[in-house]
């Protein structure tokens, strides 16, 4: 397994924190971000392998972080979380790489950020 420069966007204190652990003790270094715009500072001074970003955050949600990412900025993965169900329609115009569903189990998340090519968890 890789070690992974990761993104963690997620607004809820408490579960970034409980990820942000999980990731690292796997052997990734950590990035978080509780807000979009810590999201855009950390992409645009850091090499970042993996965004995993929640869809509602407080300023930007995870849906336009990543539509702004896929008109021209790049990041090479981008993993979204969500409590909800993202409609067919959304899914294909933005084409995350991989989507979980909220609650997840913790190594779906593991699974998705140690695989080459992630694909749609829950």
Request: one cysteine or more.
């Amino acid at each position: 397994m890789a070690s992974r420069h990761i993104i963690l966007a997620e607004d809820d204190a408490r579960l970034r924190s409980v990820l942000a652990r999980y990731l690292a003790r796997r052997g990734h270094t950590v990035h978080e971000a509780a807000t979009a715009a810590e999201v855009w500072d950390a992409l645009a001074h850091d090499t970042v392998d993996l965004l995993v970003v929640d869809i509602n955050l407080p300023d930007e949600t995870g849906w336009e972080i990543l539509r702004r990412l896929r008109e021209g900025k790049t990041c090479p993965v981008v993993v979204v979380m969500t409590a909800g169900v993202p409609s067919r329609s959304r899914l294909t115009a933005l084409r995350p790489d991989a989507v979980l569903t909220k609650p997840f189990p913790i190594d779906a998340l593991s699974r998705l950020v140690e695989s080459e090519a992630p694909a749609a968890a829950d």
